[in-house]
């Protein structure tokens, strides 16, 4: 099956179907793949549950003495879940992906992690403790060495920084994450960055420059073919000049 589907160009589309028959063969490794490559593919069409069945299959293929293997098969599964909203098995998954870190000891995989955590404590409301869990996953990043994680860390405190109210200590998380991202030529933090110094702007009332940031951000995800992006931003856009009276130029932009 698998070389039937290779030959048609058709893998992807199979990729579940030829899992199971290797499962069935008792060709676990080749299953394990099957099932990851099919959750890669159920995740760029955007369905979640079919992503989340692969990778549960995935796992349980896995030997529990992996643990590099099994940290990142846990994670891809959490960031799943995440989109799903089942809250309850998201803890558990980063439960799981902070003991496979400690065990590893590696401060990469720590702040990983925390980043991870702080994402969870700020759509569950708990503003103090993604603050809390940002500021210590920047840390980590630092002793490890990687200036993408905390360019992350700070852009990820900087908007939990917004939501809390604290706005003059949010623009210079968001600033220096934007200095970072722009050094390391991480277009895509970049964008993100921009975009909440714009709603950054907007809380504080200043339509022109969040219009101008919003801008930016636009030209980026344009640039880089980021639809979600672009999408994202053109809302953003349609708030500000909803919230000047501007209506035709809003209803454009929705």
């Given at each position: 099956l ?12 199979f990729?579940?179907l ?28 955007y369905a ?18 992996d ?13 799943v ?7 309850a ?14 065990r ?10 925390g ?6 404590a ?5 503003y103090?403790?993604?603050?809390q869990?940002?500021?210590q ?10 200036a ?7 852009l ?7 939501r ?9 998380e ?12 991480l ?7 921009l ?5 950054l ?11 101008t ?14 639809l ?27």
């Amino acid at each position: 099956l698998a070389r039937t589907a290779k030959a048609s160009g058709r893998e992807d589309e199979f990729s579940v179907l030829i899992a199971g028959h290797f499962e069935q063969a008792g060709e676990l490794l080749s299953a394990q793949e099957w099932y990851q490559r099919g959750a890669v593919n159920a995740t760029l069409r955007y369905a979640n549950a079919e992503a989340r069945h692969c990778l549960d299959h995935a796992l349980a293929l896995t030997p529990t003495g992996d643990l590099e293997h099994c940290y990142d098969l846990i994670m891809a599964r959490e960031k799943v879940i995440n989109l799903l909203g089942d809250r309850a098995a998201q803890l558990e998954d980063l439960n799981a992906l902070a003991d496979i870190a400690n065990r590893l000891a590696q401060p990469g995989r720590q702040a990983e992690v925390g980043l991870r955590y702080a994402h969870y404590a700020e759509i569950t409301g708990d503003y103090a403790t993604a603050a809390q869990r940002a500021s210590q996953a920047i840390d980590l990043a630092r002793q490890a060495g990687s200036a993408r994680l905390e360019t992350t860390g700070h852009l990820q405190h900087g908007q939990i920084l917004r939501r809390q109210g604290l706005y003059d200590e949010a623009g210079r998380e968001l600033m220096i994450a934007l200095e970072h991202a722009q050094n390391l030529g991480l277009s895509a933090i970049e964008a993100e960055c921009l975009h909440s110094l714009g709603k950054l702007a907007f809380h504080q009332g200043d339509y022109a420059a969040a219009s101008t940031y919003y801008a930016r951000t636009q030209q980026i995800h344009t640039h880089n073919r980021d639809l979600q992006g672009v999408g994202a931003v053109l809302n953003s856009l349609g708030i500000v000049a909803d919230s000047q009276g501007d209506y035709p130029s809003a209803a454009q932009y929705y």
